[in-house]
Each structure stands twice: as structure tokens, then as C-alpha cells.
């Protein structure tokens, strides 16, 4: 029988940022045998905000790399360690839009995939705050009115399908 001694391991870190880490474990066993462990660690957790003033919600313009084209999300972004989902939707809607918000709640949480973050979205009360100018990763922020928001969603320009879903089944009555 072996012995956790009998091992050699080599560990290192390949990846590392606020929101993902991806670490590698080479065993080296006493049979000779090389075996390579690889593990993601992910702050699994993003926020979306879904401000309505004036009855308008607000959107931003960006170009998403990944599904090369220019597309409309809310503001948001993905949880930093240490902070909440809470702190994180106030912080990246001040970052992204110039604005601060108060009467936050969580709305809805959503989980696509296994591997991707769950998302929580808030719906939010403007307070105060000018809306800011375009900027390296937002290239516009409207406030836009459901039947824009509509229209974008028809060309299929809503980055995520349940951006839309969501407007729809938790805005559209109150706008």
C-alpha cells in the first residue's frame, strides 16, 4: 500500500485573476506513472441590473470578441472575491453607466451551463449620477423604452436570449 509520501507532486497555477484559477497538480507515483490533475477554481457568481427611470431601462453598447459582433446588455459583471452579488450590481452599474442606484433587489437567479457563473439580477432605482460618456469596453449607454428594446431583441442584438425574457416578464407591465 502507498504512502501519501510515495508521491511526488508538482503543483502550479496556470491562470489566475479575480475571477478564475486554473491550477495543475503533475503526479509523479511510485510505479512511475505521471499523472496531470488540472482544476478550474471560479468565483461562480455575476450580476446583471436592470435600472428603469422615467420608463426607460437602461442599456449599454458593447462588442462582445467571443460572438464578434456589437450587441446590448445590462449593466453588469462578475463578482469579485470577497464581495456580494449586492455590492458588485451597485458597483458595476456606478462603473458602467455613471449612475448610483438605491431600492436594489434581486429578481431573478439563472444558471446556463455547468461550467458558466450564475447570475443574479437586481432591479434597481436610480438616485443620482450623470450618465457617463462611451469608454473602452462600453461603447454606448442608453436609456432605451420597451418597444426599442423590442426592436433590438427582433435583430438579434441582445447579447444573452434571457435578457429579453426577463424585460419581458418582469418590465413590460410596469413600463
Given at each position: 500500500m502507498f504512502k501519501e509520501q510515495d508521491f511526488s507532486i508538482t503543483k502550479s497555477t496556470i491562470v489566475y485573476d479575480h475571477y478564475i484559477k486554473v491550477?495543475?497538480?503533475?503526479?509523479?507515483?511510485p510505479n512511475g506513472t505521471i499523472v496531470d490533475y488540472n482544476y478550474i477554481y471560479s468565483n461562480t457568481n455575476a450580476v446583471l441590473v436592470l435600472p428603469?427611470?422615467?420608463?426607460?431601462?437602461i442599456m449599454l453598447k458593447q462588442y462582445r470578441y467571443p460572438l464578434k459582433k456589437y450587441v446590448y446588455d445590462?449593466?453588469?459583471?462578475?463578482?469579485?472575491?470577497?464581495?456580494?452579488?449586492?455590492?458588485?450590481?451597485?458597483?458595476?452599474?456606478?462603473?458602467?453607466?455613471?449612475?448610483?442606484?438605491?431600492l436594489i433587489k434581486e429578481i431573478a437567479v439563472l444558471h446556463e451551463e455547468a461550467i458558466s457563473a450564475v447570475k443574479h439580477v437586481f432591479s434597481a432605482d436610480i438616485a443620482g449620477g450623470e450618465i457617463l460618456q462611451k469608454n473602452d469596453e462600453i461603447l454606448d449607454v442608453k436609456w432605451l423604452t420597451f418597444d426599442e428594446i423590442k426592436t433590438i431583441n427582433d435583430n438579434d442584438k441582445i447579447r444573452r436570449p434571457w435578457v429579453w425574457d426577463i424585460i419581458q416578464k418582469d418590465y413590460k407591465g410596469t413600463l
Open positions: 491550477k495543475q497538480d503533475i503526479v509523479n507515483t428603469i427611470h422615467d420608463n426607460k431601462i445590462l449593466p453588469g459583471g462578475g463578482t469579485k472575491v470577497g464581495d456580494t452579488t449586492l455590492e458588485t450590481a451597485k458597483k458595476e452599474l456606478k462603473e458602467e453607466t455613471g449612475y448610483d442606484v438605491e
